[in-house]
């Protein structure tokens, strides 16, 4: 083992005014005992308010009846009761979809292009991103069943022949949904249960009863050792170099169902890094409003997240911003100059047509407001603006897919076909999916420890204050 000691680059590089600075404002100079900090954890997990239960029993009501009984009422109506009809066939199902993974994107980009890239800000909240890669593909696997309509018979989708030998379409989207899903649900688990092993082998050690049980069995014996700290690290970082190319794999796939389709608005070669760009700009700001929430309503997460993280948050957000919005412009410009009368048409319903309203948001949540706030240092560290950002960002994200999906399938080349798409059922399915994703939150956050901190010790671990003269300046250790 080695060490090398050199000064911190981004926000911990040493200016002339750093003396100025309070090192310990930073978490990887502010370290306390191992002990303490798993203690702090278990205690964020165990303590609860009766809002908390007020909040987690309205999340479980929403989901039985915005969910599964409004589901279950149209399995059994028909999709007839659903907006989905000609000339838009894909409707608000598809725009959760696109819109579901792009938010699980953001856990992927934090913890497996950060790890590889050493940015030691993402080390407390790489866990929290995660979950959201998890929970946002389960809310996009229930949509997909949802568009399907005789969901009992999605087995058909299975590369098996039917009873008729017949294979499944490999030429249609749903297939190609279903392989990318599949695949980033299989990866991103793997990868979110991996740097968990050793959190929860701390709680089982701290835990008793059925807590103790739980832990125990989902810790598979980890005890610490050498030997296991290495199969460990090979493993996460095995997985972080395979999820990269999963992650932009999938939202590309997920372009292609409409890039392939030579339909105005479409028919686009640049649909692939777009769609890529839009996931990450929408999952940056979900991160920011989660990492909000944990800090304002769970115990210790104040020292755990702190307000360099969501200025680091802030820049990440910025530079999406701008490389979105080159795309932005790309995707409509290039359509446009290529003077297709059904574009021309598809162009002025989106500035003047009955839609304008939404579109009008979209450009000024995610296009403009990003640019103009977040360039400031002071809003970058005040986590509930950063928060309300981060909202704006994704309903403006929201918008933008439903105006990619429902509303151009709307303007086709047959204008005798044009009708304004009106969602029905779709709106409290739509509800039933959030309502879903914040209760899954909301029940693992007393699971399991979300602040991985054996990451958090092993960064206080390579930094510290080196003095220099009078002057206490900071180091990080290199160690290989």
Not at 190 to 219: C, E, H, N, Q, V
Not at 239 to 268: K, L, N
Not at 295 to 322: C, P, S, W
Not at 468 to 476: D, F, M, N, Q, S
Request: aromatic share 18%; charged share 15%; hydrophobic share 50%.
């Amino acid at each position: 083992m080695t060490a090398t000691s050199k000064y911190l680059s981004g926000a911990h590089e040493a200016h002339d005014s750093h003396h100025e600075e309070d090192p310990k404002q930073y978490l990887m100079y502010d370290p306390k005992p191992r002990g303490e900090m798993n203690a702090m954890v278990m205690e964020s997990m165990h303590t609860t308010s009766w809002k908390f239960w007020v909040v987690l029993g309205v999340l479980a009501f929403l989901v039985v009846t915005c969910f599964f009984f409004a589901w279950g009422y149209m399995i059994d109506e028909g999709l007839y009761v659903g907006g989905v009809m000609r000339p838009a066939y894909w409707g608000v199902f598809l725009v959760n979809t696109v819109f579901w993974i792009g938010i699980s994107h953001a856990g992927t980009f934090i913890s497996a292009i950060l790890r590889v890239f050493k940015a030691e800000f993402r080390r407390p909240f790489t866990r929290a991103a995660e979950l959201m890669t998890t929970f946002g593909l389960i809310q996009a696997g229930a949509s997909i069943f949802m568009h399907m309509g005789r969901v009992w018979l999605s087995y058909w989708m299975f590369p098996i022949p039917n009873a008729r030998q017949l294979w499944p379409n490999f030429h249609s989207p749903l297939m190609w949904d279903l392989l990318a899903i599949s695949t980033y649900v299989l990866g991103s688990t793997m990868y979110l249960f991996l740097p968990l092993i050793p959190d929860l082998a701390m709680a089982r050690d701290r835990s008793t009863g059925w807590r103790k049980t739980f832990y125990k069995i989902l810790a598979l014996g980890f005890r610490g050792t050498e030997g296991e700290w290495r199969h460990l690290t090979v493993a996460m970082n095995f997985f972080a170099f395979a999820i990269i190319p999963v992650m932009f794999s999938v939202h590309t796939i997920v372009s292609w169902d409409f890039a392939m389709a030579m339909r105005p608005g479409w028919s686009s070669s640049v649909f692939g890094p777009y769609f890529v760009l839009g996931a990450l700009h929408s999952g940056m700001g979900a991160v920011a409003m989660v990492l909000f929430v944990m800090r304002a309503t769970m115990k210790h997460m104040d020292y755990f997240i702190r307000k360099e993280h969501f200025d680091a948050l802030g820049k990440l957000m910025l530079m999406v911003t701008f490389a979105y919005t080159y795309f932005f412009f790309n995707d409509y410009i290039v359509q446009w100059y290529g003077g297709d009368k059904a574009t021309d048409n598809l162009l002025h319903w989106l500035e003047e047509g009955p839609m304008a309203w939404m579109f009008i948001q979209f450009v000024f949540f995610n296009i403009v407001i990003p640019p103009l706030l977040l360039w400031s240092k002071k809003v970058r560290e005040t986590p509930w603006l950063l928060a309300l950002i981060g909202l704006m960002i994704n309903v403006g994200m929201y918008w933008e897919r439903y105006l990619i999906i429902p509303v151009m399938l709307t303007i086709n080349r047959m204008p005798f076909t044009w009708k304004l798409f009106q969602p029905r059922i779709e709106v409290f399915l739509t509800i039933g999916t959030f309502s879903m994703f914040l209760l899954f939150y909301m029940i693992v956050s007393r699971l399991i420890p979300l602040i991985p901190v054996w990451e958090v010790q092993e960064g206080q671990m390579t930094h510290s204050l080196r003095k220099v003269g009078k002057a206490k300046l900071p180091t990080i250790s290199e160690f290989e």
